[in-house]
């Protein structure tokens, strides 16, 4: 089975912290996603990356940044925190290829900003 | 516009119920692909079904039923004689061929409560 996880699944940071949240995949899945979720809105992609060292902007990259510098693991980094990054950030990986993989998702850490 | 469309923010029913979930789509690609996931209190998504455009047939799990129209762009899910264990965020997402390969675009979920 495809294992997702996540680093923790409650987070509580203070506004203007440099906040980390790791992922790691374990079944050598060349993509990676993080999402956001938030009630009424559904997950919304901030980044995506497909290989190491790479990176794409998803629809809600700004305040964020990625890293992957090894295929298992794709973190994400608030620079500087903010109360409106309060949410639930979903990981996910799926197998190279075209439009017809589905991802597979971590449990999700939620992370409060106050 | 919403590319998916989950009109129904919450339903609750009472449980050997039979309940469906509306997802309505949106794309000018022939080629796409349709994906239900849940997401249980426990918060990690589950995936469900996959279905590509080219293949109208509905399809049948157990208790899980998935009727895809092209002509209205639904596909919808239907959960026959539902369970408590039923309960959860169910979410409806599409992936085109024009966008990146490697994308889905998410509906805003249904969440389902499931009554004893």
């Known amino acids: 089975d495809v294992k997702v996880t996540q680093s923790s699944r409650y987070l509580v940071k203070r506004t203007g912290e440099k906040v980390f949240l790791e992922c790691v995949q374990d079944m050598d899945h060349e993509n990676m996603f993080w999402y956001r979720q938030d009630p009424g809105l559904g997950l919304r992609l901030i980044y995506f990356?497909?290989?190491?060292?790479?990176?794409e902007k998803g629809d809600i990259p700004e305040g964020y940044s990625v890293s992957r510098e090894k295929k298992e693991r794709f973190s994400l980094i608030l620079e500087s925190a903010s109360t409106n990054q309060t949410s639930m950030y979903l990981c996910?990986?799926?197998?190279?290829?075209?439009?017809?993989?589905?991802?597979?998702f971590g449990p999700g850490t939620r992370l409060t900003v106050t | 516009a919403q590319k998916v469309t989950q009109a129904q923010t919450e339903i609750s029913v009472v449980e050997k119920e039979d309940v469906t979930l509306d997802c309505v789509y949106e794309t000018r690609d022939t080629t796409y692909y349709l994906f239900w996931y849940k997401q249980p209190p426990s918060g990690e998504l589950v995936f469900l079904i996959r279905?590509?455009?080219?293949?109208?047939q509905n399809e049948i799990s157990g208790r899980y039923s998935w009727n895809f129209q092209k002509s209205t762009s639904s596909f919808n899910f239907t959960i026959t004689a539902s369970q408590v264990v039923d309960s959860a965020v169910y979410f409806c997402a599409l992936s085109e061929a024009s966008g990146s390969a490697r994308q889905l675009t998410f509906g805003s979920g249904t969440q389902l409560t499931v009554l004893p």
């Open positions: 279905r590509n455009s080219f293949d109208e």
């Open positions: 990356s497909y290989d190491v060292k790479m990176k």
């Open positions: 996910a990986s799926s197998p190279p290829g075209g439009i017809s993989y589905e991802q597979y």
